[in-house]
T-cell receptor, first 115, second 110 residues
Framework: EPEVTQTPSHQVTQMGQEVILRCVPI?????FYWYRQILGQKVEFLVS????????KSEIFDDQFSVERPDGSNFTLKIRSTKLEDSAMYFC?????????????FGPGTRLTVL | GNSVTQMEGPVTLSEEAFLTINCTYT??????LFWYVQYPGEGLQLLLK?????DKGSNKGFEATYRKETTSFHLEKGSVQVSDSAVYFC?????????FGKGTRLHILP
């Protein structure tokens, strides 16, 4: 069964450093998403991406964050200057196969630890 | 606004017990509703969904019915197993995003 994959599974970085989290969505999907889950809290929507542009973003997704689909398979989340409060599990998701569908399929997550 | 409220955990049951995890939602219109499950050390997996009122989603012995009149989507299973131990998230879809509840941790004792 096709699945969303994410790398790395765990990333440790120093405050102020840039990080790039990588995702490979399901191959025929057209809609891509990032969510995060701070330890012990809700899973929160960050951003959605379609047709090479952001379609919706949350208040969390400020100028420190950016997303990109650099090629036909990868979808990345960049945090330019990490803060302690960026420590969280980051989930990538994808949906759709030609038409917009409800079901979003999630990857296993990347745990980001900012020291 | 749009939100999901689910029962606080943890919930601890013995194997073969009946499970109910309550979930209610607040939303305009009739959003699609979901239950996701997160097993220890893993990501979020879709467990079941319902897209309109009175729909029943089911998977792996779990069921949930979309109740418009009570704005609820309670998760049930007739006989739980140790392998069902996980965190369960009720969620709704509004536009591009999935809005999650806080999650309910379920422990099943052998």
């Amino acid at each position: 069964e096709p699945e969303v994959t994410q790398t790395p599974s765990h990333q440790v970085t120093q405050m102020g450093q840039e990080v790039i989290l990588r995702c490979v969505p399901i191959s025929n999907h057209l809609y891509f998403y990032w969510y995060r889950q701070i330890l012990g809290q809700k899973v929160e929507f960050l951003v959605s991406f379609y047709n090479n542009e952001i379609s919706e973003k949350s208040e969390i997704f400020d100028d420190q964050f950016s997303v990109e689909r650099p090629d036909g398979s990868n979808f990345t989340l960049k945090i330019r200057s990490t803060k302690l409060e960026d420590s969280a599990m980051y989930f990538c998701a994808s949906s759709g196969a030609g038409v917009r569908t409800d079901t979003q399929y999630f990857g296993p997550g990347t745990r980001l630890t900012v020291l | 606004g749009n939100s999901v409220t689910q029962m606080e955990g943890p919930v601890t049951l013995s194997e073969e017990a009946f499970l109910t995890i309550n979930c209610t939602y607040t939303a305009t219109g009739y959003p699609s509703l979901f239950w996701y499950v997160q097993y220890p050390g893993e990501g979020l997996q879709l467990l079941l969904k319902a897209t309109k009122a009175d729909d029943k989603g089911s998977n792996k012995g779990f069921e949930a019915t979309y109740r418009k009149e009570t704005t609820s989507f309670h998760l049930e299973k007739g006989s739980v197993q140790v392998s069902d131990s996980a965190v369960y998230f009720c969620a709704l879809r509004r536009d591009d995003k999935i809005i999650f509840g806080k999650g309910t941790r379920l422990h099943i004792l052998p």
